[in-house]
């Protein structure tokens, strides 16, 4: 079964400090992807990125990166500088091939991020 | 603009009675699904639906019913068998199954009294 362990209940930083989020995920399947979402006291849930299995490039959006390694089954994702719009609660997602994924994504329990100014 | 419409945003509702949360969309997408997020639990799936006329039930589907009578409504109803109602509820669609990301409502909050 799939699963997405999100360890960080809540992470309570100083604005411009780098904070990491951790996932760490458990599939049997050698075809996934791995997503991160950001919900904002809003509510609605934000995509940020997607990566799927064949790719371990880390990748680099602004001040967001992201570390994907299958050896340790992680997809950490790190904030450089933070800044106090950062502050959401962040969801690390599984989705597989086998089935076709059509039964949507499996979530981490999500990462509360506190930046304070 | 394209996206998600979820309503209402916060409903009250008391024991016993059964509570509609509508979901449209307007992108086009086969898939829909409802999902309920409770303080320190995450998403978990309810029910979901790849086409019109057909759907599937998910992780946590006691207590609740939903319809896919046309391809961009997907409506879940909370009925008095569910014990804990008591949540937030989002819905969201896709077109990319396993590869594709989903796109989310803003959710709807409800609260039983």
């Known amino acids: 079964a799939q699963k997405v362990t999100q360890a960080q209940t809540e992470i309570s930083v100083v604005e411009k400090e780098d904070v990491t989020l951790d996932c760490v995920y458990e599939?049997?399947?050698?075809?996934?992807?791995l997503f991160w979402y950001k919900q904002p006291p809003s509510g609605e849930l934000v995509f940020l990125i997607r990566?799927?299995?064949?790719?371990?490039q880390n990748e680099i959006s602004g001040r967001y990166s992201w570390n994907f390694q299958k050896s340790t089954s992680s997809f950490n994702f790190t904030i450089t500088a933070s800044q106090v719009v950062d502050s959401a609660v962040y969801f690390c997602?599984?989705?597989?091939?086998?089935?076709?994924?059509?039964?949507?994504?499996?979530f981490g329990k999500g990462t509360h991020l506190i930046i304070q100014p | 603009d394209g996206g998600i419409t979820q309503s209402p945003k916060y409903l009250f509702r008391k024991e016993g009675q059964n509570v509609t949360l509508s979901c449209e969309q307007n992108?086009?997408?086969?898939?829909m699904y409802w999902y309920r997020q409770d303080p320190g639990q995450g998403l978990r799936l309810i029910y979901y639906?790849?086409?019109?006329?057909?759907?599937q039930k998910g992780d946590i589907a006691e207590g609740y019913s939903v319809s896919r009578e046309k391809k961009e409504s997907f409506p879940l109803t909370v009925t008095s068998a569910q014990k804990n109602p008591t949540a937030f509820y989002l819905c969201?669609?896709?077109?990319?199954?396993?590869?594709?990301?989903?796109?989310f409502g803003e959710g709807s909050r409800l609260t039983v009294l």
């Open positions: 969201a669609s896709t077109n990319g199954y396993f590869t594709g990301e989903l796109f």
């Open positions: 599939t049997r399947d050698t075809t996934y992807y």
């Open positions: 990566r799927n299995s064949f790719d371990e």
């Open positions: 997602a599984l989705s597989e091939a086998s089935g076709g994924g059509a039964d949507g994504l499996t």
């Open positions: 992108l086009n997408h086969d898939a």
């Open positions: 639906s790849q086409i019109v006329n057909d759907f």
